[in-house]
């Protein structure tokens, strides 16, 4: 299954598939490789650059390469010093389950946007930590970042896993306050820093032609000239803007079309989604909405949830929260569609609703003082699903990681949510009874869920335990000449 967002549907899987930053790469890949036997002497590398220019793309495909696995914590995420330390300990114990004999396998540890990861570098103590990462239920739960930053530094002195850190502003990892200067010493004693520049013209035209190739959409080469004449360097709003071309393009891609796509106003690529909502909420017209729009650096679904969480805030009546709702309910019931068309129209018209929703909904013109704040529901929502669950899933249907979270898991949950006492999918995946818990949003220390998961092993031993058993039978019957024969030009392992 395909990404509906081309962001993610063209993500480069292979360091093979990436263009530009080719000296940066180059240094990547020799740090990594620098850990073959043994931990450098900086056990961290911190990627500093513009957003849309593939840092950890890049990452992750030469990772990717050389097999290793990657754990990834990004703004989403709860990046407090529970997640931090339950990354590292799963790191750890990939590595000591899966690496035999002198393999040289790794876990690389990669953590996005810690430029907004807030908070100083005190320290959570030991005994709490200890709590949540065993499950107490009486331990006081730790909430956002806290604790994250240190919990951060303590890793990058202990790791034997190579760890990663990625950011757009240095100074937002330091702090802004009169100790940054010390906190960025602390953290250059582990970690080497790349800078990286905006992607070439020559790679961004070269990487519009490939994505139009792959979607069957012709093109006029001056129409590749005209939509990178405007971009910066940014792949991932490149791959946007080729996919809200490619709505009106009707199959072929004309300068006229890009012409008229761009007179819509000039690209600001660095737009960021806090001041970007901002502008959305005092945009006093439908065209301004738009524009802003198009320029976010988020995929129709999350413009909907931040639009959706930030609306009661932002909106002093409930009449305007109430106007905002009705498009956001539209925008909602389009993206829940956007598998039944292959016109991209549903993609478009959920961004395009959002920012109505927080454009031209409100009575009052809101203050010049807004503030907005990142949806906790979205911030949690990775951390939902077990994340063997995950990784099971992604092994069965053969797709990415985000795509298995943010377009998979939704509907399979919501099915089973409805119906927990229906195994029939789980126990086809292979899921444990934890797991399939899991994919129900039920807590395991509940006792309905216990003897849940009780049902469920019991149905997956009498369903799973029969067929192996008659797999094992038929084995058994099949004479050494007929199997002679089946291995008959075939190579072997053993």
Not at 1 to 27: C, F, I, V
Not at 260 to 271: A, C, F, P, T
Not at 459 to 484: H, N, R, W
Request: with cysteine.
């Amino acid at each position: 299954m395909m990404h509906s967002d081309w962001t993610e549907r063209y993500r480069p899987a292979s360091e093979g598939d990436l263009e530009g930053n080719e000296s940066n790469r180059a240094r990547i890949k020799h740090w990594l490789k620098s850990w073959d036997g043994k931990i450098p002497k900086k056990p961290g590398i911190l990627l500093i650059g513009p957003p849309g220019v593939g840092k950890t793309t890049i990452a992750r495909a030469i990772a990717q390469d050389m097999d290793w696995d990657v754990i990834e914590l990004n703004a989403s995420d709860s990046r407090n010093a529970v997640a931090i330390r339950r990354a590292a300990t799963n790191a750890s114990t990939n590595q000591s389950l899966f690496q035999t004999g002198s393999t040289n396998k790794k876990t690389l540890i990669l953590l996005d946007e810690v430029d907004h990861l807030t908070g100083g570098l005190r320290a959570i103590s030991e005994a709490r930590v200890k709590d949540e990462m065993t499950g107490d239920e009486n331990a006081n739960r730790l909430s956002g970042d806290s604790g994250g930053k240190a919990e951060l530094l303590h890793l990058l002195t202990i790791t034997k896993q190579p760890v990663i850190l990625a950011c757009n502003d240095e100074m937002g990892l330091w702090g802004r306050n009169a100790s940054w200067r010390s906190t960025r010493d602390r953290f250059s004693r582990f970690l080497e820093v790349i800078k990286f520049n905006r992607v070439t013209k020559s790679a961004l035209q070269k990487i519009a032609r490939k994505v139009l190739k792959s979607e069957k959409i012709t093109f006029d080469a001056s129409a590749i000239e005209f939509v990178t004449s405007e971009n910066p360097g940014d792949l991932r709003a490149l791959v946007r803007d080729l996919q809200v071309l490619s709505i009106t393009a009707n199959g072929h891609l004309s300068k006229e079309t890009v012409q008229e796509y761009l007179q819509l106003g000039k690209r600001d690529s660095n737009i960021e989604i806090f001041d970007g909502l901002r502008k959305l909420y005092q945009a006093n017209t439908a065209t301004a909405a738009s524009k802003i729009s198009l320029h976010l650096d988020k995929s129709p679904d999350d413009l909907l949830a931040w639009v959706s969480w930030n609306n009661a805030a932002v909106f002093e009546s409930s009449e305007s929260i109430s106007n905002g709702s009705r498009p956001l309910a539209l925008a909602d019931k389009l993206l829940s569609s956007r598998f039944q068309n292959t016109a991209h129209r549903s993609w478009y018209w959920g961004s395009q609703l959002s920012s109505l929703s927080a454009s031209v909904s409100a009575f009052h013109q809101p203050g010049s003082r807004i503030f907005c704040s990142y949806p906790d529901f979205l911030r949690h929502r990775h951390g939902s699903y077990r994340s063997s669950l995950i990784e099971k899933l992604e092994e069965t249907i053969g797709c990415s990681r985000h795509t298995i979270v943010d377009e998979i898991l939704p509907y399979l949950s919501l099915n089973h949510q409805k119906n927990p006492e229906n195994f029939t999918i789980s126990i086809s995946l292979g899921l444990s009874p934890e797991e399939h818990a899991s994919l129900c949003q039920l807590s395991t220390s509940q006792q309905s869920t216990k003897e849940l998961m009780e049902r469920y092993a019991k149905e997956f031993e009498a369903k799973i335990i029969p067929d192996v058993l008659e797999e094992e039978t038929s084995e058994e019957g099949i004479s050494e000449q007929e199997i002679e024969q089946n291995l008959d030009g075939q190579t072997t392992l053993f």
